[in-house]
């Protein structure tokens, strides 16, 4: 890996080269060369939500909407969790 930068909050751009050579080719001079690449990935999130109000003693998460799912929050239960993936989505951009 030659870089790995972000570019904003969420947007990271890295740019690689290959360990190895091409080798041998028919094309005079380019045994020595190596391949690079780039990429930029963008996260975007999946999800919203309403803040709670800020009444009453009782601390309530909000409940996370994401995509076509609702995610209701307990923290005295942590074994149902949204992963990453439900949370967030990755993709290269343009």
């Known amino acids: 890996m030659l870089s790995c930068a ?3 909050p969420l947007r990271f ?3 690689v080269r290959t360990n190895r050579s091409v080798g041998e080719s028919i094309v005079p001079g380019t045994e020595n060369k190596r391949s690079r690449a780039s990429a930029t ?3 975007e999130p999946r999800c919203a939500f309403d803040l709670p109000a800020d009444e009453g003693e009782d601390k309530v998460l909000p409940e996370l909407t994401c995509d076509d ?6 923290p005295e239960d942590l074994e149902v969790l949204p ?3 439900d949370l967030f989505d990755v993709h290269l951009a343009d």
């Open 6 to 8: 972000a570019d904003g």
């Open 13 to 15: 751009t890295v740019e």
């Open 41 to 43: 990935a963008v996260i």
């Open 69 to 74: 799912r609702d995610w209701r929050l307990d």
């Open 83 to 85: 992963d990453p993936d």
